[in-house]
């Protein structure tokens, strides 16, 4: 085939006690972009919907890991990217992760699959660097994988994939506000008391756990992030009253998506979701500030082709 149509996930990067480690993606929300192959051996950006974004691929997410995996793989071809974007950029939702590894898993679908799913993480990546000067690999694992991952290791890359029980759903409330990763890993700290990190690295082991044995108030116990969240919170207006609110109208646990300002819930089955998300429009509805909910289950298999 010499076009793909693809659907790339929003994700939930940190679920709280993971910084940069852990993730999950959404299963109806998130970003469509169709590949054509071409003769020309250029990457190109002929159509971007739905936000503002730069059409010259050495500036674009997508364009810069196209670019480099044709390099890579010496190819004689060239591929068109058209984007349409389903949700706003900088919304903690991880939106040049669904651009980065969409543009990965087409590219390598026209190279006939040469790369493997972590290579696949490594290109993308590239494209988390171009868009906010880190090499981070939590959004673009879950993308790629789908479900829940955690990233084991950096360096080398190691991402293992954690089972999703069936009955988890999140709920997003997203502020249509923006918030820059590079902005929101400025204000991170630069060291972490010990017992700080005690408490961190052991609801790191709860989530796990939780996830494995589908325990979802062990889930919920284990969302609590006492180092990123307090200084990337003064960012979300009203954080700590979304957050109070749904923890008493029912959610296993909330925090913050990524480096924000969108605020993740999850619960256990759709309709406690969907309280939830009323929950969150309790609180923003007067506040004078545009936002969405979105309500989704895990989406358990990532990035993929429509057509
Ligand atoms: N782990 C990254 C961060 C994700 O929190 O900065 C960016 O969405």
């Avoid at 994700?11 to 003769?39: P, Q, R, Y």
């Avoid at 543009?103 to 799913?117: C, D, P, T």
């Avoid at 790629?144 to 089972?163: A, E, K, Q, T």
């Avoid at 700290?189 to 979802?216: C, E, F, M, R, T």
Wanted: charge should be negative.
């Amino acid at each position: 085939m010499d076009q793909f149509h693809i659907f790339s996930p929003a994700t939930v990067a940190n679920v709280s006690c993971g910084f940069d480690a852990m993730g999950f993606a959404l299963e109806t929300l998130g970003d469509e972009m169709i590949f054509k192959k071409n003769n020309t051996q250029k990457v190109t950006i002929s159509e971007i919907e739905g936000a503002t974004l730069p059409f010259e691929p050495e500036k674009n997410a997508a364009g810069v890991v196209a670019q480099k995996m044709l390099l890579d793989a010496g190819a004689d071809f060239g591929v068109d990217i058209r984007i349409f974007k389903k949700y706003k950029p900088g919304s903690g939702l991880g939106s040049s992760a669904a651009s980065s590894s969409g543009s990965a898993f087409a590219v390598n679908e026209f190279l006939g699959k040469k790369y493997s799913k972590l290579e696949l993480v490594e290109f993308a990546m590239l494209g988390e660097e171009a868009a906010c000067g880190s090499l981070i690999a939590d959004n673009v694992s879950a993308a790629l994988y789908g479900g829940f991952v955690l990233i084991r290791s950096y360096n080398p890359l190691d991402i293992v994939s954690v089972p999703t029980p069936e009955d988890l759903y999140v709920t997003v409330l997203h502020p249509q506000i923006e918030v820059k990763t590079e902005d929101g890993r400025k204000v991170l700290p630069k060291d972490v008391p010990l017992k700080k990190a005690v408490a961190q690295w052991a609801n790191v082991g709860g989530l796990i756990s939780g996830l494995h044995s589908s325990d979802y108030d062990l889930i919920g116990r284990s969302l609590e992030d006492e180092i990123v969240e307090p200084v990337r919170k003064l960012f979300i207006p009203h954080f700590d009253l979304v957050k109070d609110s749904v923890l008493k109208n029912g959610a296993l646990g909330a925090g913050i998506s990524g480096s924000g300002p969108s605020v993740f819930a999850l619960s256990k089955g759709k309709d406690q979701a969907e309280i939830v998300a009323e929950t969150m429009d309790e609180v923003y509805k007067n506040k004078g500030i545009e936002y969405i909910t979105y309500v989704s289950k895990i989406g358990n298999q990532g990035t993929r082709i429509l057509s």
